[in-house]
């Protein structure tokens, strides 16, 4: 079945400056990739997802880049504020996890002022 | 729509005791999931529901847990007896085609059991 890996654990990184955390998949046919953003204390929230018909997505200072080949994808975020502070997931689905969705363990993402 | 809706927000019972979660999931929405997160184990799948029938309750962690969906805007999480191990947070996301789109989460409910 689809084993989702998430890196690093937790990542801390300046104001101002760029956060990156990846994720590697094993089932090649997974075909949706979702980044959910978790504050301390609340729901988990989706902020941007990727299909594997696209290669990269992008939203204002949030971007997403999927590597079939290599099975893997990223979050990028630039010029973090402090509001970036929360757990990062990163999940996948496919028809052979029946469209579950399959979730990396969490990136605590600190960002120092 | 109010999103998910979950209720009670925080609950703290003694170790023996039945707990009972619930959930009202956005309307349209065909596929209901209940998680459990925890620190150790992160957010783990215990079982979802397509058109209020249960699919999958293989993340279930036992029979002291059950989980019904009598019609399209209610759903329960039940644990009897509860225990001190059942603590964490269980929320409720409801989604349109199951993995393939948003999952929208309810505020979830933090479970103590003393």
């Known amino acids: 079945g689809e084993n989702v890996e998430q890196h690093p654990s937790t990542l801390s990184v300046q104001e101002g400056d760029s956060a990156v955390i990846k994720c590697t998949y094993s089932?090649?046919?997974?075909?949706?990739f979702p980044w959910y953003k978790q504050e301390l204390g609340k729901r988990p929230q989706l902020i941007i997802d990727?299909?594997?018909n696209v290669g990269e997505k992008k939203d204002q200072r949030i971007a997403v880049t999927l590597n079939k080949t290599a099975k893997h994808f990223s979050l990028h975020i630039t010029e973090t504020q402090p509001e970036d502070s929360a757990v990062y997931f990163c999940?996948?689905?496919?028809?052979?996890?029946?469209?579950?969705?399959?979730w990396g363990a969490g990136t605590k993402l600190i960002i120092k002022p | 729509d109010a999103g998910v809706i979950q209720s009670p927000r925080h609950e703290v019972t003694e170790m023996g005791q039945e707990v009972t979660l619930r959930c009202k999931p956005i309307?349209?929405?065909?596929?209901l999931f209940w998680y459990r997160q925890t620190m150790m184990r992160g957010l783990e799948l215990l079982i979802y529901?397509?058109?209020?029938?249960?699919?999958?309750d293989s993340g279930m962690p036992e029979d002291r847990f059950s989980a019904k969906m009598p019609n399209a805007s209610f759903s329960t999480l039940k644990i009897q007896p509860s225990e001190p191990r059942d603590s964490a947070v269980y929320f409720c996301?409801?989604?349109?085609?199951?993995?393939?789109?948003?999952?929208?989460f309810g505020q979830g409910t933090r479970l103590t059991v003393v």
């Open positions: 089932d090649s046919a997974s075909n949706y």
């Open positions: 999940a996948a689905t496919s028809i052979d996890s029946n469209y579950q969705l399959i």
């Open positions: 309307s349209g929405h065909d596929y």
């Open positions: 996301a409801s989604t349109q085609d199951r993995g393939r789109t948003e999952a929208f």
């Open positions: 529901f397509n058109n209020n029938v249960p699919i999958d």
């Open positions: 990727i299909r594997s």
